[in-house]
C-alpha cells in the first residue's frame, strides 16, 4: 500500500461568510438555552441523582453534584443546547414522574428555559 504524505504551511483559517448575508458562520448560530432544574421539597437526592443518570446519561458523582447544587442554591442547569434540543430536555424531565420515595411526591421536577444571552457571567 502506497502512502501519501502532505504538509500544511502557514493556513490561517477565517470565518467563513456567508453571501447573501455579509454574517460570519458565529453570527448565524441559533441561539443557545440553558435547562435549568428547579428545587422542591417533593424529591429526594436519589430521584435527582437517578433522573439525571437515565436523561442525560451523567455519571453518578456529577448527577449528585447537581443534586446538591438544586438544593442548596434552588437551581442547577442541568444541559445547555439549541432550543429543540432544550425544550425536548425540560420536557423529559417534567415527565419523569413522581419520586416513589417520598409519599408526598405527586409528580415530576420542574425546569425552565433560559436563553445563555440573558445570563451573565462572572
Known amino acids: 500500500m502506497e502512502v501519501l504524505t502532505t504538509s500544511v504551511q502557514n493556513v490561517t483559517a477565517s470565518p467563513a461568510v456567508i453571501p447573501e448575508t455579509g454574517q460570519s458562520e458565529h453570527e448565524n448560530q441559533s441561539p443557545l438555552y440553558h435547562v435549568v432544574l428547579l428545587d422542591d421539597d417533593d424529591h429526594t437526592y436519589d430521584y435527582v441523582v437517578e433522573m439525571l443518570q437515565k ?3 451523567y455519571s ?4 449528585f453534584e447537581h443534586a446538591v ?13 439549541e432550543l429543540p434540543q432544550a425544550e425536548f430536555a425540560r420536557d423529559q424531565i417534567q415527565s419523569y414522574g413522581a419520586d416513589p420515595r417520598m409519599p408526598k411526591s405527586k409528580g415530576s421536577m420542574s425546569a425552565v428555559l433560559i436563553p445563555v444571552s440573558n445570563t451573565t457571567t462572572a
Open 55 to 57: 436523561l442525560f446519561l
Open 69 to 81: 447544587e438544586v438544593d442548596t442554591t434552588g437551581q442547577t442547569i442541568v444541559i445547555t443546547c
Open 60 to 63: 453518578e458523582q456529577f448527577a
